[in-house]
């Protein structure tokens, strides 16, 4: 199973690669800014394809609650628009 985390510099992807080692019949691709953007829905779309992902774990985010609301364009392309393109770019690799 190949299995996609976003975030994956993150304190929560961080957490789950110290955990993957420990799954090694699964097969884990990290990506976080700037070698992957989920914001990026052709760039993930190809992404996904390539490495026939299966699942994805996203811990990618907008975190930066009082900065959200000065930057909310950017938070909202992340922590909305940005998982909608992960979900479509999975149902295109499921044929779904």
Do not use: R, W
Request: charged letters at 20%; one cysteine or more; glycine letters at 6%.
């Amino acid at each position: 199973m190949n299995i996609l985390v976003t975030g994956s510099n993150g304190q929560l992807g961080s957490e789950i690669k110290d955990v993957a080692a420990s799954y090694k019949s699964f097969c884990f691709f990290f990506m976080d800014l700037p070698a992957l953007d989920i914001c990026n829905s052709s760039e993930l779309d190809i992404f996904i394809a390539k490495n026939k992902i299966d699942t994805v774990i996203n811990c990618a985010a907008y975190t930066a609650v009082d900065a959200a609301e000065e930057n909310a364009v950017i938070a909202e392309q992340v922590n909305g628009a940005g998982v909608l393109n992960l979900v479509h770019a999975l149902a295109k690799v499921k044929g779904n």
